[in-house]
């Protein structure tokens, strides 16, 4: 047993490996700066895994895990520096980790929670499995070599993973503070495919995936020329009803309790590995029918005419598939946008894109940019006023002006951001409860 003292572990990427270390029967304790009640907590508390807000008394054989948002100069850093503490940084611990099993990486700009929420779901039920999801959520099963993760292009963390099986959800520019263009970023990919001990699971619809020189690999996607085809594809006010084609034979019917056609393609990349490891195609169609889906991935609250969601789109091709999920399955209500956009490098590359995805709700809502490891005085200039300013009916949302959103009435409002906007569609639930009553006395 060892001793694990996460720093930054609210981050949804460290509670979960947080909860694999406790699973594996390691002591773990954590510490953040933010002492508001995260998502993220939700799985610490169900094990007891203590968070502290003050430095802990911590002993010499004690390993810290940072999160790359926690920068060299933090207090946390410096005391275990100062105590000559081994530190490993997420990724390195994830890497040394995925070494000890059969490790399938999910990665791709988009889609990487829900397609390894659906993993980890159909494998837990049928052969056993450990996982790792970005929504907060990890579990170690000791009895099991199978291990699902996300693989974070981010800094091309994920080339400190060398997994068995790795899908490819899609390719498209982000985190422009790092990689300089499409081609950089493309770089990436490449060699974490180049990485992959045995298949590569890709999207085949896509010209930039396609590019890759991918050698053992799999393409699935709704074109013809792929591995994978999903065909008679029908979307409803309930998800997908498909059939799914492996090279050019009749595979099986699938119904999806998800929205969007961008659900319909992570499903199928789950298909892929469910087919490859020999599971059973018609409890996988069980299992695929039986997915809640992943934490903050539309997550819906119901109050009188107006349905809350919250979503962690925080990308424009997020945006304009959680608008496009909505208005499938709410054609009859008025469909509004919150966006909080996070990091100024991303607003400064990408606003033009975001005010294309948000001009396809019937009213957007922007809030300020957030960002933690980065200084709005090394972005001049860059505000959400760039968004803003581009929106065909668009305003500045903040905190104190959320009274504005009582308005709609028969209405889907769409809270998005990777950042905590959970916290403000709260504070506007309670609003609008409040408001309600007192219309009602």
């Not at 009582?406 to 409860?433: P, Q, W």
Request: charged letters at 25%.
């Amino acid at each position: 047993m060892s001793k694990y003292y996460f720093v930054g572990i609210k981050g949804s990427g460290m509670s979960s490996l947080a909860q694999v270390l406790y699973d594996l029967g390691n002591e773990v304790i954590g510490y953040d700066d933010n002492r508001n009640h995260a998502y993220t907590e939700i799985e610490l508390e169900k094990r007891g895994i203590k968070i502290y807000y003050e430095t802990p008394e911590l002993t010499k054989d004690t390993i810290v895990v940072r999160t790359s948002a926690v920068r060299d100069s933090h207090k946390e850093i410096i005391n275990a520096k100062n105590l000559g503490l081994k530190i490993y940084q997420y990724f390195e611990l994830l890497g040394e980790l995925t070494d000890k099993y059969k490790t399938v990486a999910v990665s791709g700009c988009h889609g990487k929670t829900t397609t390894t929420a659906l993993l980890a779901h159909i494998f837990s039920e049928t052969t056993g499995c450990s996982y790792i999801i970005g929504d907060g959520t990890g579990v170690a099963n000791k009895n099991s070599d199978l291990f699902f993760i996300e693989a974070c292009e981010y800094y091309r963390h994920f080339l400190n993973y060398h997994p068995t099986y790795t899908i490819i959800t899609n390719i498209e520019l982000d985190h422009p503070d790092y990689y300089k263009d499409l081609e950089d970023y493309k770089s990436a990919y490449q060699e974490f495919a180049n990485q992959t001990k045995k298949t590569v699971i890709a999207w085949g619809d896509s010209d930039t995936v396609r590019s890759l020189n991918l050698k053992d690999k799999l393409y699935y996607g709704f074109n013809d020329n792929n591995d994978v085809v999903c065909k008679n594809l029908v979307l409803s006010e309930n998800g997908a009803s498909f059939d799914v084609y492996i090279k050019g034979e009749y595979y099986n019917h699938f119904e999806l309790p998800l929205l969007g056609e961008h659900m319909v393609l992570n499903s199928l990349a789950v298909i892929t590995v469910c087919y490859i490891m020999g599971l059973d195609k018609d409890v996988v169609n069980e299992e695929i029918h039986s997915f809640k889906g992943a934490k903050r991935r539309f997550a819906e609250t119901f109050i009188d005419d107006v349905v809350t969601v919250d979503d962690y789109a925080h990308h424009p091709t997020e945006i304009a598939a959680t608008i496009k999920a909505a208005r499938q399955k709410y054609p009859n209500k008025e469909i509004v946008a919150v966006f909080k956009p996070n990091t100024y490098s991303r607003t400064k590359e990408l606003y033009k894109d975001f005010i294309t995805a948000l001009d396809l709700a019937d009213k957007a809502y922007v809030t300020d940019i957030t960002c933690d490891r980065e200084l709005p005085s090394e972005f001049p200039g860059v505000t959400s006023d760039l968004i803003i300013n581009g929106l065909k009916n668009g305003e500045y949302i903040n905190d104190d002006t959320i009274d504005k959103l009582l308005k709609h009435k028969n209405a889907v409002l769409l809270f998005m951001s990777c950042k905590d906007i959970y916290t403000m569609k709260g504070n506007f639930e309670k609003l609008l409860r409040e408001n309600n009553e007192d219309r009602n006395n």
